[in-house]
């Protein structure tokens, strides 16, 4: 139904990933750090959310989560990523299905839906 790795990561993209306080022990053991430490390097407080994921800068879609590799377009903490990443897309994936469908009619497999709608 959809394949992450024929996908830019649009998921990881998302304004708020917020994680919950297991989801910052699971980072904080992965990288052999405090919980403090781990929560003030990973995360931030946001207003919808006591732990949100930090982000930094991305060239497809303006930012992107901090553990996001943007060269390969893939999760750098597969085995210790959040809770919210885990379950989803749960069933269907939208992006995926609009992804698929461009592709197909514009007759090109490396066509890459950005938000801003810009060319790459
Ligand atoms: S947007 Fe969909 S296809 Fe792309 S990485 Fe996320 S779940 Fe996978
Ligand atoms: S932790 Fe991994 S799967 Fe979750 S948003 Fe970040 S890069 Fe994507």
């Known amino acids: 139904m959809y ?8 998921c990881c993209s998302y304004p708020l990933i917020a994680l919950t306080k297991r ?6 053991k992965h990288f052999d750090l405090g919980f403090e430490e781990a ?4 995360t931030k407080v946001d207003a919808w959310a006591k732990y949100a ?3 930094k800068k991305d060239k497809i879609f303006g930012r992107i989560c901090r553990f996001f590799d943007t060269d390969e377009r893939r999760c750098t903490i597969y085995e ?3 809770a919210t990443c885990r379950s989803y897309p749960g069933g269907r994936c939208g992006y995926y299905d609009f ?8 007759n090109d ?3 890459i839906a950005t938000t801003d ?3 790459l």
Do not use: H, W
Request: charged fraction near 35%.
């Open 3 to 10: 394949n992450c790795n024929k996908c830019p990561g649009y």
């Open 23 to 28: 989801d910052v022990e699971r980072l904080a």
């Open 39 to 42: 929560r003030k390097k990973f």
């Open 53 to 55: 994921m930090r982000r």
């Open 80 to 82: 210790a990523r959040p």
């Open 99 to 106: 992804l698929s469908a461009e592709r197909n009619i514009q």
């Open 109 to 111: 497999p490396t066509f």
């Open 117 to 119: 709608n810009k060319a």
